[in-house]
């Protein structure tokens, strides 16, 4: 193969990688990874920030919810005590435009 196609093949790979790494990370791949029992900073290794939180604390148990939201797909993960307790993922379905 000549340099100059050489080069091109390995931008265009470069670029095709960067493209992939770019991707939602709110999925069902990463969904299905998170685990009853993770720690939230695992889960936010997986997710990345929560683009929602809340939080509460009741004798001594702590407990929230965070969600993570890539446009209509909404993660959301139950934590008690630090650890995952739920999971869901929801999908909002197109609404019909008005005519």
């Known amino acids: 193969m000549p340099p100059r196609?050489?080069?091109?093949t390995a931008l265009a790979l470069a670029?095709?990688?960067?493209?992939?790494?770019?991707?939602?990370?709110?999925s069902l791949e990463n969904f299905e990874r998170i685990?009853?029992?993770m720690t939230q900073k695992e889960v936010v290794a997986i997710l990345g920030e929560p683009t929602e939180t809340s939080a509460i604390s009741i004798a001594g148990v702590s407990g929230g919810m965070a969600s993570w939201q890539d446009g209509a797909t909404v993660i959301s993960v139950q934590f008690v005590n630090d650890k995952v307790q739920a999971k869901q993922l929801s999908r909002e379905a197109a609404r019909p435009q008005a005519k």
Do not use: N
Request: one cysteine or more; proline letters at 0%; aromatic letters at 6%.
């Open 5 to 8: 196609q050489s080069a091109r």
């Open 15 to 26: 670029a095709a990688l960067f493209l992939a790494a770019c991707g939602s990370k709110v």
């Open 35 to 37: 685990q009853t029992g």
